[in-house]
Structures are given as C-alpha cells and as structure tokens.
C-alpha cells in the first residue's frame, strides 16, 4: 500500500525529493514516517509528520531534511538537502493507517528506495 520512489544516485551536495504514495482501502492516515537503513548500520527514524502536520526530525538530519505531506495526494514527500556520502542508505517511508471505521491504525511499511551519494 505504500510506493516509495525518488532514490538514485546523488552527488555530494545534491538535494533529491523522496516520495511515499499511499494506496489502497483507506479510511485515515496518521503518523507518515521517514527511515533510513545504512549498511551494518540499524534502522533509524529520520522524520515523522503527525495528520495534524507537526513534525520532528533526527538531530543528524535537522536544518538538511524536511518532511511535507499532501493529504489530497495520500503522499508523504522528504526533501533532502545537501546531502553527505553518508546518508548513502535504503530509504523507507511508512504510514499510520486505518483501513476502515471499524479498525485501528497499523503501520504500514514502503519497500524502500536506494540513494547513493558520490563523493
């Protein structure tokens, strides 16, 4: 249900747009979530929008990283800035949702998508 794209190969400095489209059966969105896996490194959260827009943000990535979202679009966007040979990582985005009245929300998961910054 959640398309991430956006991924590719950087040079140092560049500043590409990741996107997350949700899809599917959807009643509501919540928490729309931002994370990164670098190799031999854990999962890390990057950035997290609220369905009332607030956000936050790992220290590392604050001031370089802005997380957006377009309810109209059911899409998450994380706009990346300056990027560094080491946010070289599989990109993942993920989703609060409720798929119906009745239900709760879960979390759905984005199947990632590389970025690779050139030094």
């Known amino acids: 249900q959640l398309q991430a794209s956006g991924g590719g190969l950087v040079e140092a400095g560049g500043s590409p747009r990741l996107s997350c489209v949700v899809s599917?059966?959807?009643?509501?969105?919540?928490?729309m979530d931002w994370y990164r896996r670098s190799p031999g490194r854990p999962r890390e959260l990057l950035a997290t929008?609220?369905?009332?827009?607030?956000?936050t943000y790992k220290n590392s990535v604050q001031g370089r990283f802005t997380i957006s979202k377009d309810n109209a679009k059911n899409t998450s966007y994380l706009q990346m800035n300056n990027l560094k040979p080491e946010d070289t990582a599989v990109y993942y985005c993920?989703?609060?949702?409720?798929?119906?009245?009745?239900?709760?929300?879960?979390?759905?998961w984005g199947q990632g998508t590389q970025v690779t910054v050139s030094s």
């Open positions: 929008i609220t369905s009332g827009d607030a956000t």
């Open positions: 993920a989703a609060d949702i409720q798929i119906d009245v009745r239900g709760s929300l879960r979390t759905y």
């Open positions: 599917g059966t959807i009643f509501s969105i919540g928490d």
